[in-house]
């Protein structure tokens, strides 16, 4: 027996149309959606309530969950689950990563949700999975939320449009400034500190009785970030007031530290607060890093005996080390110094993103919560207008209470003729008719009427509110006075964590405080090839090349120099000798360590001495003398000072000092001229040093004329006492150098 096989057809889709469009405008118009969606659905907060959308959804969704304060909390996995499928169509994990961030006191200033169960700590262990954790919002939460149930905000449609979700929310509490913000968009950001709610509150207060203020006044409030681990400021004031006035800037934070004394002279120091964001883990394992590759001669040892709160104890090398100069070389190698940028990108009413000083935030701020309180007196208002129609139908039921009870017993449509009857408006009639007969025994006329003295009394107030400005920013001056008490300076919450301390002293730390002075011979190949080698004296036997590569230079240093390298294009490039590769392999291309071009290569090297001066000379002739100082370069693209052009290279590098200067070219022509005729510049192409027919330089010696000229010729070292017949003047050709001269042509 067969099988009968059945075909089913697939009904095709209907074909989508072609768009006639070019590539580039459509990935412009799709770029620009995405970029869109970033910034206002995603990265900056609103300057309103200092939310992004999903901290906002996750509030709005505990608020729905009736997670308030005063309630048992859920778990967490309830309220992901809420979240991502009514309101944010995102992963669990960035929700549940977005739950635990606000729940972690270490990361907010003043914590949105009460955590119970493992939700990280400030050695960066992430929380535990969401099924174990369980949430609850705090009283700043519902704060942020006070107000939402009387149409303080306007709503929206849901992604699904299934339900409706606040654009924005009341807050009554300065959430932006107080927790602050960090995100990354396209083409933007925002970083944005804690600060302490009752200076803000000050600062508000100031600005409602003078709206002119100062952001110099206002720093006179707000006299910096206030971070939730604490920390040191330690920014000029002058600094502070400039990064509030632009919105951008940074805050120079450091741990906190104090010198404990121990038995016998003996002391270590004690870290009790680091700075925001660090985690502590890896704060010490970083300096064990440092201990261990020797970049902090002073400092023996490092522990962590934190535990609940923050000591890690840092033993100094001996009892002699000064332990300010031990903290200042810790501070500039590792996070117990940081740079916390202020970026006061945000989004305006509008949705638009800008930067905006500290004045322009907190006005943003008290003018949503003006918004806010018409809205919810409106609100108030329309609802004391109805009790009040519903009163007065009730007074008229309760005189004529016989004759309302007889209509409704014999009329089958008792509303009309009653309203009729009584000349009651359609909510009054329906608001008698939905009256429960046990409730026919509370009709009493003083009640009714003490009611609406009371409610009247109420709408008097609200209507003159909703007229007069002034008495909207009194009411709102109060609530910042309320907020100010209940998280003031002397609660456990409210008290500041951060100390502010004047911008700190430079302190001059040795180089042996941040790299311990070891000799080291310093090579550099032929073909770039560069490293340190330890020791000093060491013979060239010992120095092994690569195949096809030989010595170029060679230089006895310390660890703690800076070696200075000249190269063909004219410019210096700066190196840490404590930074060379080792000398136990054949080193690392410099090319890795500095901006240096394919077409350039290193023609001079030398140990930087302050007060030094150099001369440099291009393969045309040309050069000066230049200050050591001006040669030292900051980056790895070097600094240039040697301008060279065509054919030319920078060629020679030698130190001046000397009365007068040897030049000799490659023709081999001799030219001796008082050094005071070469002129000392900071960069440019100099003035020609020796003329050349056929030729070019070759190289450049300082000297003294008592002493003679001296050169090296093979293994051996001559000198030319009389050589009155070579010196004339700079620019004059020269002529052939004294018998014996080297055949290199090189001093």
Not at 120 to 125: C, R, S
Not at 179 to 200: D, K, Q, Y
Not at 412 to 426: A, H, Q, R, V, Y
Not at 559 to 571: E, S, V
């Amino acid at each position: 027996m067969t099988k009968a096989i059945t075909k089913t057809r697939v009904k095709s889709e209907p074909a989508q149309p072609v768009l006639d469009k070019k590539l580039s405008e459509a990935l412009s118009e799709r770029y620009l959606s995405y970029a869109l969606s970033t910034i206002m659905s995603r990265s900056l907060p609103d300057a309103r309530d200092g939310l992004k959308p999903v901290h906002r959804r996750l509030l709005f969704a505990m608020r729905e969950l009736k997670l308030d304060p005063n309630l048992p909390p859920k778990k967490s996995a309830r309220v992901v689950g809420d979240v991502i499928g009514k309101f944010h169509p995102h992963g669990d994990t960035a929700v549940y990563d977005a739950l635990v961030r606000l729940a972690q006191d270490f990361s907010q200033r003043y914590p949105l949700i009460e955590g119970q169960g493992n939700f990280g700590n400030i050695d960066g262990d992430s929380a535990a999975a969401m099924r174990y954790t369980e949430a609850r919002m705090t009283e700043v939460a519902r704060l942020l939320l006070d107000g939402i149930d009387e149409d303080a905000v306007p709503f929206r449609a849901t992604y699904d449009n299934s339900g409706i979700e606040p654009t924005v929310l009341p807050a009554a509490f300065p959430n932006l400034l107080a927790n602050g913000s960090a995100g990354i968009a396209v083409g933007m950001a925002t970083s944005i500190p804690p600060h302490n709610v009752s200076e803000l509150c000050d600062a508000m207060h100031h600005m409602i009785a003078h709206p002119n203020v100062t952001i110099d006044k206002l720093v006179g409030f707000i006299p910096g970030p206030d971070f939730p681990t604490g920390g040191v400021l330690v920014e000029s004031r002058a600094s502070i007031a400039e990064s509030y006035r632009t919105g951008h800037g940074s805050f120079r934070l450091r741990a906190k530290w104090e010198k404990e004394d121990l038995k016998q002279g003996m002391w270590q120091i004690v870290v009790t607060e680091v700075p925001y964001q660090v985690q502590k883990s890896r704060l010490i394992e970083k300096i064990a890093e440092l201990l261990s590759v020797k970049k902090l001669p002073l400092l023996d040892d490092i522990r962590d005996e934190s535990a609940d709160d923050v000591r890690l104890i840092l033993v100094p090398k001996n009892r002699n080390v000064d332990p300010a100069v031990l903290m200042e070389s810790l501070f500039r190698q590792s996070e117990l110094e940081i740079k916390f940028s202020l970026n006061l990108n945000v989004l305006d009413k509008e949705g638009t993103p800008q930067v905006l000083d500290l004045r322009s935030v907190l006005q943003m701020y008290l003018d949503h919560r003006q918004d806010v309180l018409v809205r919810c007196s409106s609100y108030r208002l329309a609802q004391i207008e109805a009790r009040l129609e519903t009163l007065a139908g009730y007074l008229i039921a309760y005189l004529n209470l016989d004759k309302v009870i007889k209509i409704i017993r014999t009329q089958d449509e008792p509303k009309p003729i009653l309203m009729k009857t009584f000349g009651l408006t359609d909510n009054q009639a329906e608001a008698i008719l939905n009256m429960r007969l046990r409730s026919l025994r509370k009709l009493e006329e003083m009640q009714i009427k003490g009611e609406q003295k009371e409610l009247a009394g109420k709408q008097a107030e609200l209507k003159k509110l909703l007229k007069n400005e002034d008495v909207r920013w009194q009411a709102i001056d109060k609530e910042i006075g309320e907020l100010k008490q209940k998280f003031g300076k002397s609660t456990k919450l409210g008290a500041r964590r951060t100390e502010i301390a004047e911008a700190p002293v430079i302190i001059d730390v040795p180089m042996e405080a941040v790299i311990e002075r070891e000799n080291v011979t310093i090579v550099l190949s032929d073909k770039g090839w560069v490293r340190a080698m330890r020791g000093h004296g060491l013979s060239k036997d010992s120095i092994k090349y690569k195949e096809g590569d030989e010595e170029k230079f060679v230089l006895e240093a310390e660890t703690t120099d800076k070696i200075l390298l000249f190269a063909g294009n004219g410019r210096f490039y700066t190196l840490g000798a404590d930074k060379l590769p080792g000398g136990r392999g054949l080193g690392e291309p410099v090319r890795l360590m500095i901006d240096l071009p394919n077409d350039a290569d290193i023609v001079g090297m030398i140990k930087y001495q302050p007060n030094q001066k150099f001369i440099v000379a291009s393969s045309d002739g040309h050069g000066f003398i230049v200050k050591v100082e001006d040669v030292l370069a900051q980056t790895k693209n070097g600094k240039q000072v040697l301008n060279v052009s065509g054919k030319a290279k920078a060629l020679v590098l030698a130190l001046a000092g000397g009365n007068h200067i040897a030049v000799i070219g490659t023709n081999r022509k001799l030219l001796l001229f008082p050094a005071s005729q070469l002129p000392e510049m900071t960069r440019g192409r100099g003035v020609i040093l020796q003329k050349y027919k056929d030729g070019t330089l070759s190289d450049i010696k300082s000297f003294n004329l008592k002493d003679g000229l001296t050169w090296r010729s093979g293994e051996r070292e001559r000198t030319e006492a009389d050589i009155r017949a070579w010196l004339g003047e700079r620019a004059q050709a020269g002529r052939l150098p004294p018998n014996g001269f080297a055949k290199s042509n090189r001093f």
